[in-house]
């Protein structure tokens, strides 16, 4: 499937759009691209004043159903002090679908204990159901950063519809570098192949070839370790998926050796990216629409251009068909931050 045979579905996420303009765009976005990186295939999948990640993701069902018996039981369990036994944790999960649907609908109204309890018996969580949304959505949105890490990773999957949320919170300088890279982790799981480079510059951190960009802009403290090790767990854990050895960069190594098994890595994660995307495969369609949207919204809804670009910059490739639709309107505020996006590759 082409680019374009994809846009009829994606054409009521900006107004006025002609169709006909949809396959030229295409092409002069993808030779822009292909200048960089070379050709790749067509695939799809915070804090500043005015806007929270948060506001990124779609809207949280409301109002929240009352509590129920599922919810009752993690509240008890979270009574206590010690950490629940594995059978604990199997009697703590929903035992319906209705207790799903009202465990996800209640998560808001659970305290940072709770919720750190639900998230380990909510781990695994794929895309596709509602604990992986609900997850996500109180990890941008509280405050504590132990509660928000357990949250952004308790799910082995996210849904699309969380991409431009979790590349908000990546590029969002005022957040803790652990938060940072565990948004970032998630955009690699989802094979945003831009996403790399940030990535590859946090585990550089500290090293003589720490470089500080204007992405790159996390403070300098010298303890970077949790951070490196939330990268790498999950690149494990994406190369334990496709058969492949783990990628043995070690976050508590010496500096040089750090430089030395990153740049080892690197050159894997091309390959990777690489041979990954050609397998890729798309979403289904209402998954592309979700994605769209919420990409559509941070373009579109922003007050800080630069901030929005740059998340938008950790997108690609599955950003590209919404990039290139955004690139046809009468909107010049628009076709500058798509503009500040292309430039970053």
Same mark, same amino acid.
């Given at each position: 499937m082409h680019y374009w045979e994809i846009f009829p579905s994606l054409e009521g996420i900006f107004s006025g759009t002609s169709p006909s303009r949809y396959k030229n765009w295409l092409s002069s976005l993808k030779e822009f691209h292909s200048s960089r990186h070379g050709s790749y295939p067509g695939v799809v999948p915070i804090s500043i004043l005015f806007l929270q990640a948060v506001s990124?993701?779609?809207? @949280?069902?409301?109002?929240?159903?009352?509590?129920?018996a599922a919810c009752l039981r993690i509240q008890v369990a979270a009574e206590t002090k010690e950490l629940p036994k594995t059978d604990t944790l199997?009697?703590?999960?929903?035992?319906?679908?209705? !207790?799903?649907? !009202?465990?996800?609908a209640n998560l808001g109204h659970f305290t940072n204990r709770e919720l750190q309890?639900?998230?380990?018996?909510a781990a695994g969580a794929t895309a596709d159901s509602p604990f992986s949304l609900a997850l996500i959505r109180e990890g941008l949105r509280r405050p504590d950063t132990t509660t928000a890490l357990s949250c952004l990773l308790s799910p082995a999957d996210v849904p699309?519809?969380?991409?431009?949320?979790?590349?908000?919170? @990546?590029?969002?300088?005022?957040?803790?570098? !652990?938060?940072?890279?565990? @948004? *970032?982790s998630r955009l690699l799981s989802a094979r945003c192949r831009s996403s790399w480079p940030l990535a590859r510059t946090i585990l550089l951190t500290g090293t003589p070839s720490d470089t500080p960009t204007a992405m790159a802009d996390w403070p300098r403290t010298g303890r970077y370790e949790l951070p490196k090790r939330l990268l790498v767990l999950e690149i494990?854990? *994406?190369?334990?998926?496709?058969?492949?050895?783990?990628?043995?960069?070690e976050p508590n190594a010496a500096w040089k050796l750090q430089v030395q098994q990153v740049s080892t890595l690197d050159e894997r994660m091309t390959r990777f990216f690489s041979s990954a995307t050609k397998r890729f495969a798309l979403q289904p369609i209402e998954e592309q629409q979700d994605f769209a949207r919420q990409l559509a919204k941070l373009l579109t809804e922003q007050k800080d251009v630069e901030h929005a670009a740059n998340a938008c910059s950790l997108l690609l490739p599955h950003a590209t068909p919404t990039l290139q639709i955004a690139l046809t309107k009468n909107d010049p505020k628009l076709t500058a931050t798509v503009r500040k996006v292309m430039t970053r590759f």
């Open positions: 990124l993701l779609p809207n @949280a069902p409301t109002p929240a159903l009352p509590a129920s199997d009697s703590l999960k929903p035992r319906s679908k209705s !207790e799903v649907l !009202e465990l996800a309890l639900f998230s380990t018996v699309p519809s969380a991409l431009p949320a979790l590349a908000w919170l @990546a590029t969002d300088s005022s957040k803790a570098l !652990e938060l940072r890279a565990a @948004a *970032i494990d854990r *994406i190369f334990s998926a496709e058969g492949l050895p783990p990628c043995e960069v």
